[in-house]
């Protein structure tokens, strides 16, 4: 029989996916078919599933955890959120449609079968699945219809791990607030609960411990402390942006303005993890850094919406000031589209401004279609003579004069475009600075002498550590009957 368990939230960001990937490891180094499974995911970092369509790319690294191929069933609904109150909704790896938030909670009852078709799909040949929540359970006014958390625990009989975020401050109110607001239905689903980044000396919540007891009943699985090895893994959400910037003394200043729809924005780890790069996130009220050395706009899940509050930041001028200076400006998937001189929405597909001037940084313009390019991709470098490995995941075609200086080949075709005095290009792969010895050769060009080293190696190694601690921390007898 397929053992289950689902972690599950007292809030947002409390570290459900980065525990749900260490578990995941731990589970696999012990010889276990492991799979993780999350049935509702709002975050426009998506991945391309190897069965090839979107996923989160929580699940993408989770699985990666687990030493299996992704597949869109580990997360049959994504929401990516387009604007304030509305969002795409794509269903077992597809676009379902677009719904804003109250048009959602009347249409997640519908979904359920989807949820649940996937979810059995993930429990078959499986020794165990390991569930993530979505959000907090503690969220009543959305319990009726529920798909992400107690309303998936209960109708799939999968008993929940409450975890809370002792770092934010309040842990014991929020678990012991859990307790008191969720219907016994759903507090009967609580097996127990972990205390996640914890700083300092672990006996000093002992007392702690006892207070939850008290209040809820609820076992303590175990106390985490705050993971080292997880600043090395990918970051899901963007509330964590803030959290991402490093530091180089003396290192190349490597710029990202935070655009209010950022998306994939995990393409920047690789060189966040340089240590000859100061990786800076610009939010919104700031200037982007005069003396920066690159500048890297992102992905996008609203492109048109996007541009438009790039310009009420101040930051085209910042930029057409940076290309002025002679340095580099590389646009990756909706930043690519940025860099033209035009962006075309005819069908209206992001909203109702049918066209807005792009940056003119190249010489070419992109239309938006309703047909999403949804893809893994093998690709090359022209520029530096370097493979490369990665995903697209757009919508819109972008052509032009500075096409014909294509900068990458994806699968033998010509993709992108750079100027002709190659200092601002543009692509729709996202993984470029992935791939090694692509990395190594822009660092080089832009005088930081690098080493190099194995990204995708580095996450491996972080993901062997996270299991360690893990399973240094958290209660043997649990984890004895987890794992089996």
């Known amino acids: 029989m397929t053992r289950t368990i689902m972690l599950q939230g007292t809030g947002s960001d409390v570290g459900k996916t980065i525990l749900v990937a260490g578990l995941c490891r731990l589970a696999a180094s012990k010889g276990l078919k492991v799979r993780p499974f999350k049935p509702q995911n709002m975050s426009n970092n998506a991945a391309v599933s190897d069965d090839g369509g979107e996923i989160g790319r929580a699940q993408w690294l ?25 969002s795409q909704i794509i269903v077992q790896g597809r676009v379902y449609g677009q719904a804003k938030g109250r048009d959602y909670q009347a249409l997640k009852p519908k979904l359920m079968s989807a949820v649940m078709e996937s979810f059995e799909t993930m429990r078959a040949g499986a020794d165990l699945v390991i569930v993530e929540g979505a959000g907090s359970p503690a969220e009543i006014n959305l319990r009726a219809g529920d798909i992400a958390n107690m309303g998936f625990a209960t109708r799939a009989n999968v008993p929940v791990v409450l975890v809370g975020d002792i770092d934010r401050g309040g842990v014991i109110a929020s678990l012991a607030g859990t307790h008191l607001i969720l219907p016994e239905e759903d507090r009967r689903m609580v097996s127990g609960y972990i205390i996640n980044k914890f700083r300092g000396d672990v006996s000093l919540f002992a007392d702690g411990i006892d207070a939850i007891g008290g209040f809820t009943g609820w076992s303590c699985h175990g106390v985490v402390p705050w993971l080292k090895a997880a600043r090395r893994l990918p970051a899901e959400d963007s509330v964590a942006l803030e959290r991402l910037t490093r530091k180089a003394e003396g290192g190349l200043k490597v710029a990202v303005p935070v655009l209010s729809r950022i998306a994939n924005f995990d393409d920047l780890d690789p060189l966040g993890a340089e240590p000859s790069v100061d990786l800076i996130f610009v939010p919104p009220g700031e200037r982007i850094p005069p003396d920066a050395g690159l500048i890297v706009l992102p992905g996008s899940k609203s492109t048109i919406g996007d541009l438009k509050d790039l310009r009420a930041q101040g930051w085209d001028r910042d930029i057409a000031a940076h290309v002025r200076r002679g340095c580099r400006v590389i646009g990756i998937c909706g930043g690519y589209q940025m860099l033209g001189r035009m962006v075309r929405d005819p069908q209206g ?32 470098s022209r520029e530096y003579d370097a493979p490369l490995h990665g995903y697209e995941i ?17 699968d033998g075709r010509e993709e992108g475009a750079m100027s002709p005095d190659g200092k601002v290009m543009g692509t729709y792969l996202h993984g470029l600075f992935g791939s090694d010895a692509y990395r190594m050769a822009l660092l080089r060009s832009l005088g930081i002498d690098t080493p190099g080293f194995n990204y995708r ?18 209660s043997p007898r649990w984890l004895e009957g987890l794992m089996g």
């Open 349 to 380: 597909i992001e909203g109702d401004l049918p066209e807005i001037e792009g940056l003119g940084l190249l010489d070419v313009e992109t239309e938006m279609a309703p047909e999403k390019t949804v893809r893994n991709t093998t690709a090359h």
């Open 394 to 410: 757009h919508l819109g075609v972008t052509e032009g004069p500075d096409c014909a200086h294509a900068p990458v080949f994806v």
């Open 457 to 474: 190696q580095g996450v491996e190694d972080a993901l062997d550590d996270v299991a360690l601690e893990l399973e240094a921390v958290l």
């Open 62 to 86: 989770q699985a990666l955890a687990a030493r299996i191929p992704t597949s869109v069933h580990m997360n049959p609904v994504l929401l990516k959120p387009q604007t304030e109150t509305g």
